[in-house]
């Protein structure tokens, strides 16, 4: 399974147009290679890279979706894909984009491959569904940008 941008490559920078300086909209995306038998998609994007002293685990969930039909091959620029959206750090039920208060940082957009759909709620929180999905992993693949606040 492969997750892509055509905007930015695998461990390059994401423009600013799709964080907190620009437009802060997400930016486009491309899926292929999803194993036959997928009954569901999940969608994560997180930042490992925040302050220890805002944040004492370090993390900042930026995006959450599940019950993403298998079957999509694309998610247009500034548009959720179809699914169910989880609660982000910030409160967020979509997309917010990258905004790093100090250095460059790491965003880390993880796709799950599931053999099912989660029964979960619209706001689960990313412990919630990382939870319902144990043991559902068909295939997981990441693609990851960097930005820094200029």
Not at 60 to 82: A, K, R, Y
Request: glycine residues 12%; negative net charge; charged residues 25%.
């Amino acid at each position: 399974m492969k997750l892509s941008s055509p905007v930015f490559e695998n461990g390059g920078k994401i423009p600013s147009k799709y964080t907190c300086n620009g437009k802060d909209i997400n930016p486009p995306l491309n899926i292929s290679e999803v194993p036959s038998g997928a009954g569901s998609l999940v969608l994560i994007m997180e930042d490992p890279d925040v302050p220890k002293n805002l944040r004492p685990d370090g993390m900042w969930d930026h995006w959450i979706v599940f019950n993403i039909p298998p079957d999509t091959l694309e998610i247009p620029e500034g548009q959720d894909p179809q699914g169910v959206h989880g609660k982000g750090t910030g409160g967020n039920l979509g997309y917010m984009g990258p905004c790093p208060p100090d250095r460059e940082h790491r965003y880390f957009f993880k796709l799950f491959a599931l053999d099912r759909s989660l029964d979960l709620p619209e706001g689960a929180k990313k412990v919630e569904v990382e939870k319902a999905m144990e043991g559902h992993v068909l295939e997981k693949t990441e693609l990851i940008g960097l930005y820094e606040q200029s």
